[in-house]
T-cell receptor, first 114, second 118 residues
Framework: QQQVKQSPQSLIVQKGGISIINCAYENTAFDYFPWYQQFPGKGPALLIAIRPDVSEKKEGRFTISFNKSAKQFSLHIMDSQPGDSATYFCAASRSSGGYQKVTFGIGTKLQVIP | DSGVTQTPKHLITATGQRVTLRCSPRSGDLSVYWYQQSLDQGLQFLIQYYNGEERAKGNILERFSAQQFPDLHSELNLSSLELGDSALYFC?????????????????FGPGTRLTVL
């Protein structure tokens, strides 16, 4: 059961363009939505995250848009650079009773071409 | 560098064998998580430990087990290995204090162990 659906699975964007990755979730108990960036041979690293009571969060060139009623959220990478080429995972987290369970999307492999 | 260490980096073994993967969390982190990453399944949560106790279980097979020791390092034991167990295994750690939940408790991932079962 895929609780967090992510699309597309691969994305090619030209340098300077906007990369957009979309995610949808089903469980309304999720209370935190992080995005992770993973370079080849490395573990995922937290990129940016948002709470469900906020509709947008921006950090530099990275923006999360969150639509609680539609249970959808997306990552926008403005002015995409070749160094942004990596796999991006959206995730949904549920914290309860002192533990945190994170469910990841399938991942999007982004390639930014010069 | 996340501060989470995992050993070994690579492991090649045969079907039916047993292996142990090791993880040392970031200094001060009490919680350890194990994940399996494969091409077709993405990142799958296996199990979480907090201060030596099992806290949450995900899609962990009965052939797999884990524990967290008093010094907070953790080991993931995989037994009766099958070809399909070949994957990247990640450990992550976070603070996660007792007495309440903190949704901003970030998980920091280690570099992973690549397991190949032949």
């Amino acid at each position: 059961q895929q609780q967090v659906k992510q699309s597309p699975q691969s994305l090619i964007v030209q340098k300077g363009g906007i990369s957009i990755i979309n995610c949808a979730y089903e469980n309304t108990a999720f209370d935190y939505f992080p995005w992770y960036q993973q370079f080849p041979g490395k573990g995922p690293a937290l990129l940016i995250a948002i709470r469900p009571d906020v509709s947008e969060k921006k950090e530099g060139r990275f923006t999360i848009s969150f639509n609680k009623s539609a249970k959808q959220f997306s990552l926008h990478i403005m002015d995409s650079q070749p160094g942004d080429s990596a796999t991006y995972f959206c995730a949904a987290s549920r914290s309860s009773g002192g533990y945190q369970k994170v469910t990841f999307g399938i991942g999007t492999k982004l390639q930014v071409i010069p | 560098d996340s501060g989470v260490t995992q050993t070994p980096k690579h492991l090649i073994t045969a079907t039916g064998q047993r292996v142990t993967l090791r993880c040392s969390p970031r200094s001060g982190d009490l919680s350890v998580y194990w994940y399996q990453q494969s091409l077709d399944q993405g990142l799958q949560f296996l199990i979480q430990y907090y201060n030596g106790e099992e806290r949450a279980k995900g899609n962990i097979l009965e052939r797999f087990s884990a524990q967290q020791f008093p010094d907070l390092h953790s080991e993931l034991n995989l037994s009766s290995l099958e070809l399909g167990d070949s994957a990247l295994y990640f450990c992550a750690s976070s603070v996660v204090g007792l007495g309440g939940s903190d949704p901003t408790d970030t998980q920091y991932f280690g570099p992973g162990t690549r397991l190949t079962v032949l």
